[in-house]
């Protein structure tokens, strides 16, 4: 089954049998939402070649997956909307672990450099900062995710599926079943949110 066709019911069923212990299940959950989630991590190390360097797509999937395997052990999402906010969380995560890992005080990264890659005309209003050698940096970047996390649920959720999973704005609408208009509201005031965060961190 393709992403795209995911229906709440057909997830409920495989997050049931996934928490039961069904090995079956796990694999076909992660087939019909693998495609969704390598296009997340692919998304998500484009827009930090620092990590990049490091880690290749199918690494930074794969952990993801494991992290959202056993968060599903606890948590039964209501909804495929509910799903894919916590596969962008595991995400957050497992980036935040990588950024870490790699360009702490002693990490591998800290005495390594790479160039930066081009910004298009796709990218959100607010990027997060680009987690280089200085710990500084490395701190805002954390904080951006950070501070998508604590946002209020409706802007985490819109910032989650356009940021994180690559959606157009009229697509979340339609899952949603809002107005355009109202996605566009709750994306410009979790930007405004983000934009006010890192600016007290640069500040700080």
């Given at each position: 089954?393709?992403?795209?066709?995911?229906?709440?019911?057909?997830?409920?069923?495989?997050?049931?049998?996934?928490?039961?212990?069904?090995?079956?299940?796990?694999?076909?959950?992660?087939?019909?939402?693998?495609?969704?989630?390598?296009?997340?991590?692919?998304?998500?190390?484009?827009?930090?070649?620092?990590?990049?360097?490091?880690?290749?797509?199918?690494?930074?999937?794969?952990?993801?997956?494991?992290?959202?395997?056993?968060?599903?052990?606890?948590?039964?999402?209501?909804?495929?909307?509910g799903f894919f906010g916590l596969a962008a969380e595991q995400m957050r995560r497992e980036l935040l672990d990588l950024a870490r890992h790699f360009h702490g005080p002693m990490g591998v990264g800290a005495n390594?450099?790479?160039?930066?890659?081009?910004?298009?005309?796709?990218?959100?209003?607010?990027?997060?900062?680009?987690?280089?050698?200085?710990?500084?940096?490395?701190?805002?970047?954390?904080?951006?995710?950070?501070?998508?996390?604590?946002?209020?649920?409706?802007?985490?959720?819109?910032?989650?599926?356009?940021?994180?999973?690559?959606?157009?704005?009229?697509?979340?609408?339609?899952?949603?079943?809002?107005?355009?208009?109202?996605?566009?509201?709750?994306?410009?005031?979790?930007?405004?949110?983000?934009?006010?965060?890192?600016?007290?961190?640069?500040?700080?």
């Amino acid at each position: 089954m393709a992403d795209s066709s995911l229906h709440t019911t057909q997830l409920h069923a495989w997050v049931d049998r996934v928490r039961a212990g069904d090995l079956a299940a796990r694999d076909e959950l992660l087939r019909g939402v693998g495609g969704r989630l390598e296009r997340l991590a692919r998304k998500m190390l484009k827009s930090y070649p620092t990590v990049r360097r490091w880690a290749e797509t199918g690494d930074v999937l794969q952990n993801a997956q494991l992290r959202l395997l056993r968060s599903l052990r606890d948590v039964r999402p209501d909804s495929v909307r509910g799903f894919f906010g916590l596969a962008a969380e595991q995400m957050r995560r497992e980036l935040l672990d990588l950024a870490r890992h790699f360009h702490g005080p002693m990490g591998v990264g800290a005495n390594h450099s790479s160039q930066a890659a081009a910004r298009d005309g796709r990218a959100p209003v607010v990027d997060p900062p680009d987690a280089r050698t200085d710990p500084d940096d490395l701190e805002r970047w954390a904080a951006f995710h950070e501070g998508v996390a604590a946002l209020p649920v409706e802007e985490r959720e819109v910032v989650g599926l356009i940021f994180y999973h690559g959606w157009k704005q009229a697509e979340v609408a339609d899952l949603f079943q809002v107005t355009v208009r109202t996605v566009q509201r709750r994306w410009q005031s979790a930007m405004g949110t983000l934009h006010q965060r890192l600016n007290s961190e640069r500040h700080s």
